[in-house]
């Protein structure tokens, strides 16, 4: 079993339409990252959070330390959101990540 | 434009050879990092330096290598080259020095092709 899972690891979805992707991961973290690829491979960094909740414009980023999971959410979502989200976390002297959540967003 | 630069964008070359990939960080950023991305293994974190020190290492082969300089520009050498060393190779920098526990600031990466 990987360390960090990710789900959906497609999501394909309507314009407007809210949006969740999911992480879990098994081991004790201190820092759980929130990164965007898009089609053209460039990776932005969105959120890196250790407890509670963060929000950027329609973007929300939680985590609960006791269940070892994060979610992001997006709202009204736009096609312009179309991208790979990947989950990482800082464990024990490591960066592991997920494989990645691919969104389509359909006008 | 995250102010991470790396160079080239693209390499092709052959089993058996060695290329170096060029990373300058975010101005006053002193940790670099440096991973690999492909296919079927998804995005790997190889090594971190910070301040011209290594601080972690991840999943970095033997026959790869990196350092930071006094100018705190990194190069990451992959020598021995096979054929599923082919990947997206990405630095990224940030400010602080413990390995994952601040914003990072990823360059456009390079793709490394080998024939």
């Known amino acids: 079993k990987n360390e960090v899972e990710q789900s959906p690891q497609n999501l394909t979805a309507q314009e407007g339409e809210f949006i969740t992707i999911n992480c879990s991961y098994s081991?004790?973290?201190?820092?759980l990252h929130w990164l965007q690829q898009h089609p053209g491979g460039g990776i932005v960094s969105l959120f890196m959070l250790s407890s509670g909740k963060k929000k950027h414009g329609r973007l929300i980023a939680t985590i609960n330390i006791q269940e070892k999971h994060s979610s992001l959410h997006i709202t009204a979502s736009h096609p312009r959101d179309s991208a790979v989200y990947i989950c990482?976390?800082?464990?024990?002297?490591?960066?592991?990540f997920g494989q990645g959540t691919r969104l389509t967003i359909n006008p | 434009d995250s102010g991470v630069t790396q160079t080239p964008k693209h390499l092709i070359t052959a089993t058996g050879q060695r290329v170096t990939l060029r990373c300058s960080p975010r101005?006053?950023?002193?940790?670099v990092y440096w991973y690999q991305q492909s296919l079927d293994q998804g995005l790997q974190f190889l090594i971190q330096y910070y301040n011209g020190e290594e601080r972690a290492k991840g999943n970095i082969l033997e026959r790869f290598s990196a350092q930071q300089f006094p100018d705190l520009h990194s190069e990451l050498n992959l020598s021995s080259l096979e054929l599923g060393d082919s990947a997206l190779y990405f630095c990224?920098?940030?400010?602080?020095?413990?390995?994952?526990?601040?914003?990072?600031?990823f360059g456009p990466g390079t793709r490394l092709t080998v024939l």
């Open positions: 990482g976390v800082r464990g024990a002297q490591k960066l592991v």
């Open positions: 101005s006053g950023d002193l940790s």
């Open positions: 081991v004790g973290i201190s820092a």
């Open positions: 990224a920098s940030s400010t602080g020095v413990d390995l994952g526990t601040d914003t990072q600031y």
